[in-house]
């Protein structure tokens, strides 16, 4: 069997799976956010953290709740690492450098997973299981909520509220993200994944050194990683490592894990909001864009051209063989086109044009179909923004799903594909013109640049994956890259909420001949158009400079 061919059907097995899946779990996850009921267990996480699960938050209210537990997430999972060294379980590793830690912490509580650090050269058991793995089941759910608050926002009339941030944070984990992770970690154990609490072993030597191997729960991490798009490995080579992904069975289901909640979420919208068409309608624009970067991604990681590129079959370099190119070019797309930043293949090794189609999906927004959560709220941001663009077409004031998009709506969407561009073209102008940050590319010319622009991307944008070649453990990336992951997260929430409180407040209104059909294929190719140059006409300057130069000089 051909490489080629092998990709294509990993690829179609991985969407009949997609498939299977996409109904049952978007339904069960509307029945989760739309019950009154609470689970025992549920109730008494309630009276621990103080919370009446059956009180209605408007927007403010909702926000103050996300805001205020990431921030007690951020100090704590701070001073954790910083107390490392007089932790039980630590493995003998010193505490983590204050300016690591504030990067760290951010970067776990913002669903970013960015790493600047060896992970089995730093963390010891009790960081990794009791602080890094807690946020990405936390951080996950923080995103769900958030998404369910705009699509309540939608279903609800002439009231601002919008739903209990509690309810659905312990709804998230205990319902959703912990039933899920369990079984995902028995079939990655079953599949060779580790799962222990060992601790360093010398396994014998390796180029006249000594060769060690460290012990941890990596299934279970692995699966929690990839089911909420977060990212962050044990291993430094992340989900390369055999430990966390042994065979092209575990890729796959891995694969599986960072797309199905994402797509599932477009069913409970259409659920939700009372019109699975909707939810089809978007749907039906994330999976063009996925599958079209998916094709072309294996297109130009096959047709490298030289003779080593013909002697490998393609850009081989930087890839596993267990996996090969059609399997890693499938694995980069879904991770850079969600909010994962995972890896099973170094990106830096992607031919030009490769690499440039890995920072244009975070550059999208992450939306096709993007984090959990995060995908769903931004592909509805960019679908009202698709909608007022006809409205200006045809001379009619645009609505969707009956609520009118008026002035305070349009300026709330606008701020919000506004921040994420600020944050990484501003953060990367500042890192090129000072010596400093340019000193810590290993490369020069447009690759160095893909290497500062990709870093910024990937923090400002929650993804978390690294263009490899830079070194970012530096107090100037640690710092700035921290700051673009907290306000990349948390703004662009605080607009989809104020605009989840206004659409709450509306009143319906009817549909007539006029109005704009959102569930039918024109609408879904008038949105991919809009993201398509919306994206575009504001990072294409900066992809001119680094990896379209690289691809057009190769």
């Not at 014998?204 to 012990?215: D, E, I, L, R």
């Not at 977060?230 to 894990?257: K, R, T």
């Not at 999906?361 to 931004?378: D, H, R, T, W």
């Not at 039918?520 to 990072?539: R, S």
């Amino acid at each position: 069997m051909s490489p080629e061919l092998a990709g294509v059907l990993q690829l179609l097995a991985l969407v009949a799976a997609l498939a299977l899946a996409y109904r049952p779990l978007g339904d069960y996850m509307a029945r989760v956010y739309s019950s009154d009921k609470h689970l025992r267990g549920e109730k008494w996480i309630y009276k621990v953290i103080g919370a009446n699960p059956d009180t209605e938050m408007r927007w403010p209210a909702y926000l103050r709740g996300v805001l205020a537990f990431s921030a007690v997430s951020v100090l704590f999972l701070y001073l954790l690492q910083r107390l490392q060294g007089s932790l039980p379980g630590s493995l003998g590793f010193v505490s983590i450098d204050p300016d690591q830690a504030f990067n760290t912490a951010a970067s776990f509580v913002a669903n970013t997973n960015w790493q600047s650090y060896s992970g089995e050269q730093a963390m010891g058991h009790v960081v990794q299981t009791g602080g890094l793995a807690v946020q990405n089941f936390v951080s996950a759910a923080v995103g769900i909520a958030v998404a369910v608050a705009l699509v309540r926002g939608f279903a609800r009339s002439r009231t601002g509220e919008l739903g209990n941030f509690w309810a659905d944070l312990v709804r998230g984990v205990v319902r959703i993200l912990l039933p899920i992770a369990v079984v995902g970690a028995l079939v990655l154990v079953a599949c060779g994944a580790i799962q222990n609490f060992a601790g360093i072993h010398e396994v014998g030597q390796f180029m006249g050194g000594s060769q060690q191997w460290q012990g941890g729960a990596y299934a279970s991490q692995e699966v929690i990683k990839e089911l909420g798009t977060n990212g962050g490995g044990l291993a430094n080579a992340n989900s390369a490592h055999p430990f966390e992904n042994p065979n092209a069975f575990s890729n796959l289901f891995e694969i599986f894990l960072i797309l199905v909640i994402p797509f599932a979420l477009t069913r409970t919208f259409g659920r939700m909001v009372g019109s699975i068409k909707q939810g089809y309608a978007i749907l039906g624009t994330m999976a063009v864009i996925w599958i079209g970067f998916t094709a072309l991604m294996m297109w130009t990681e096959f047709a490298g051209r030289g003779p080593a590129f013909e002697l490998a079959g393609g850009a081989m370099e930087g890839k596993e063989t267990r996996f090969g190119i059609g399997a890693s070019a499938i694995f980069s797309v879904a991770t850079t086109l969600t909010s994962t930043g995972a890896v099973n293949s170094f990106h830096s090794s992607n031919t030009g044009f490769g690499g440039g189609l890995n920072l244009l999906g975070m550059q999208l927004g992450e939306i096709a179909p993007g984090g959990v959560g995060s995908g769903l709220y931004g592909m509805l941001i960019m679908a009202i923004i698709a909608v007022f663009i006809a409205g200006l077409m045809v001379g009619r004031t645009p609505e969707y799903l009956g609520k009118k998009i008026g002035t305070r709506e349009i300026k709330l969407a606008a701020c919000y594909i506004l921040v994420t561009p600020a944050l990484v073209l501003g953060f990367t102008a500042v890192a090129m013109a000072l010596d400093t940050p340019a000193n810590s590319m290993t490369n020069s010319g447009a690759h160095g640049f893909s290497e500062i622009l990709y870093a910024y991307t990937s923090g400002a944008n929650n993804n978390g994956s690294a263009f490899a070649g830079l070194n970012a453990d530096t107090q100037w990336f640690n710092s700035t890259i921290g700051i673009a992951m907290l306000l990349g997260r948390f703004l662009p929430m605080v607009f989809v909420l104020a605009l989840a409180g206004s659409l709450a407040e509306q009143k319906p209104i009817p549909a007539t001949a006029g109005t704009l059909r959102t569930e039918k294929p024109l609408f879904t190719g008038l949105l991919v158009g809009t993201i398509l140059i919306i994206t575009g006409l504001t990072y294409f300057p900066a992809l001119a400079l680094g990896p379209l130069a690289e691809g057009l000089a190769a």
